[in-house]
């Protein structure tokens, strides 16, 4: 599959090493990449400019990147069922356990996620209205956020962007332009539709979805470090806050100081604020009652 806005090879050299090639049309931020990769290792490709005169006087920008091996998400749980999307969200948990960077979100509050929801509130768009509150009760929580460890989010977490082994293992995790740390909790805010789906433009619960939640909950906390899961366990209802704002984020995203948002998770919001997270919520239904907006 292809972006709109970069074309890429796949490249066997002569010495039997196997690259991606991409071609952009801006900029790639590698920071992105190797704060990802100090953190995740080797499911996460190295990535390297590539300078050219020739293709810079063209605007367009060359990099070499690690060769991941595995299929898509969405192609590799082909045939797998319920066990292969329960696979895959147990060990994408567990891929995120190593997630740690420090004990301190506070620079991440105020450099991202201060000017997010300032963004929102100062944003015409009358599809924020039903939620402005919500959004004005996290801008008053965030000196409570900095408290959460700071921990590696993938902007863009989906069935596109997670390669996968036979087994349903993950192997890779792409495509990390516009990621940067958060505060742990709010990079997990598309849990809902990494254990669930949409169809049609309408958000599903497969049979198997709280038992996949969980599985991804559970892979997450049980490889994490002791110490630091000890103290998350402290914290418990500030991870629940945390992955309904990162919930809220990714429906009304910010890019190049722009507010947008999604029409089809702006379907599914009002569902979604019901969220509680296994550790919150012990033997009750993942959503409760949806209220009016």
Not at 164 to 189: A, N, R, Y
Not at 213 to 237: H, Q, S, V, Y
Not at 256 to 268: H, I, P
Request: charged share 25%; glycine share 8%.
């Amino acid at each position: 599959m292809q972006g709109m806005f970069s074309r890429t090879l796949f490249l066997t050299l002569a010495d039997g090493r196997e690259i991606v090639l991409q071609f952009r049309t801006e900029p790639l931020d590698l920071d992105a990449f190797q704060i990802a990769k100090r953190a995740l290792g080797a499911i996460v490709p190295d990535a390297k400019a590539l300078e050219n005169e020739e293709l810079l006087s063209e605007h367009v920008w060359a990099y070499s990147l690690t060769r991941l091996h595995g299929k898509m998400w969405i192609r590799g749980v082909e045939g797998k069922g319920a066990e292969g999307r329960i696979a895959i969200n147990r060990s994408l948990g567990r891929a995120f356990s190593k997630g740690y960077i420090s004990s301190s979100s506070g620079e991440a509050v105020n450099s991202k996620i201060r000017p997010h929801l300032e963004a929102i509130l100062a944003s015409p768009s009358q599809e924020i209205l039903p939620y402005r509150h919500h959004f004005e009760s996290f801008l008053e929580k965030l000196e409570e956020l900095k408290k959460l460890p700071l921990w590696v989010a993938h902007y863009d977490l989906n069935e596109v962007n997670v390669l996968v082994d036979e087994d349903c293992h993950v192997t890779g995790l792409i495509d990390w332009e516009l990621s940067s740390p958060l505060p742990f909790g709010v990079g997990f805010g598309r849990i809902h539709t990494l254990a669930g789906e949409y169809s049609n433009g309408e958000f599903c619960m497969p049979d198997e979805f709280e038992v996949t939640e969980r599985a991804f909950w559970n892979g997450l906390f049980d490889g994490t470090p002791a110490d630091i899961r000890d103290m998350l366990k402290k914290e418990m209802a500030l991870v629940q806050d945390a992955v309904i704002l990162g919930t809220l984020l990714d429906c009304f995203f910010l890019v190049d100081g722009k507010v947008g948002f999604g029409e089809v998770s702006l379907k599914a919001l009002p569902k979604f604020l019901t969220y509680r997270i296994p550790f919150v919520r012990g033997s009750e239904a993942p959503y409760g009652e949806i209220r009016a907006v």
